[in-house]
């Protein structure tokens, strides 16, 4: 039975309706046909360009040009916040020796 249900779906696939496919969507038009093939002339080449021989420096001042002054305003700083920190005092040779404390937790039976 499982046999005879595969064929008929075979052949269904087979001869299925593809009609749909003729429509204008799948009628690709031609390529162009190709570029004529270039013709081989020979084209002189570019006369060289003038050369330009640089003048001699001028000795002349150039002044900067103008800059706004700065303006005389004075911002006084903003209020500063004491900080609270914790400051590990150095040991007698004068090296702060920092330590990493470990927690020992002790087994309980």
Do not use: W
Request: aromatic share 10%; net charge negative; with cysteine.
């Amino acid at each position: 039975m499982k046999f005879l249900i595969i064929a008929v779906a075979f052949l269904a696939c087979a001869f299925a309706d593809v009609s749909e496919l003729a429509d204008p969507g799948y009628d690709y038009p031609q390529p162009a046909p190709p570029a004529p093939a270039p013709v081989e002339t020979y084209i002189p080449p570019a006369p060289p360009a003038p050369v330009i021989v640089p003048s001699a420096p001028r000795n002349e001042y150039i002044p900067p040009a103008p800059v706004a002054a700065p303006v005389d305003a004075y911002i006084p700083p903003a209020a500063e916040e004491q900080v609270l920190e914790e400051i590990e005092q150095p040991a007698q040779d004068g090296y702060r020796y920092k330590t990493v404390r470990r927690r020992v937790f002790r087994h309980r039976n």
